[in-house]
C-alpha cells in the first residue's frame, strides 16, 4: 500500500483546507485510514479515522466539529476537510491506513503504512 498525500499551504486562522490522500498497492477495499499530525517538539496526534466501507468515522477532540473525513474507494481517495482553521492546527499532516479505524483511533501505532506528509500553516 502506498499513501500519497496533498493539499496542505498556508492559511489564516478561520479558513479552510482539503486534503487528499491518494490510495495505491493493495487497493483502497482493504484498509482503514486515518489522519494525524505532529507539530514541531509534540507527540504525534489523532486527527481523524474512516472505515473500509466509510460508515465510521472517529474524530480527535481538538478537531470535532471542524474537521470532516471521507472517502472514494472507486477513486481510491481519501479527503480530510479542515474549517474554521486554528493556529493550533500547524503541523505536519500524515495519511496512514490500518486494519481498523477504531485502533487507528487509539494510537498511531495501528497503522501499518504512513505517507510522506504534507505541511499545514495556519497564520495571520
Known amino acids: 500500500v502506498q499513501l500519497v498525500e496533498s493539499g496542505g499551504g498556508f492559511v489564516q486562522p478561520g479558513g479552510s483546507l482539503r486534503f487528499s490522500c491518494e490510495v495505491t498497492?493493495?487497493?483502497?477495499?482493504?484498509?482503514?485510514i486515518g489522519w494525524f499530525r505532529q507539530a514541531p517538539g509534540r507527540e504525534r496526534e489523532f486527527v481523524a479515522s474512516?472505515?473500509?466501507?466509510?460508515?465510521?468515522?472517529y474524530y480527535g477532540d481538538s478537531v470535532k466539529g471542524r474537521f470532516t473525513i471521507s472517502r472514494d474507494n472507486v477513486k481510491t481517495m481519501v479527503y480530510l476537510e479542515m474549517n474554521m482553521l486554528k493556529p493550533e492546527d500547524t503541523a505536519v499532516y500524515y495519511c496512514?491506513?490500518?486494519?481498523?479505524?477504531?485502533?487507528?483511533?487509539?494510537?498511531?501505532?495501528?497503522?501499518?503504512?504512513w505517507g510522506q506528509g504534507t505541511q499545514v500553516t495556519v497564520s495571520s
Open positions: 474512516v472505515s473500509r466501507s466509510g460508515d465510521s468515522t
Open positions: 496512514a491506513a490500518g486494519n481498523r479505524a477504531a485502533e487507528l483511533a487509539k494510537h498511531s501505532d495501528y497503522a501499518d503504512y
Open positions: 498497492g493493495s487497493g483502497l477495499d482493504v484498509d482503514a
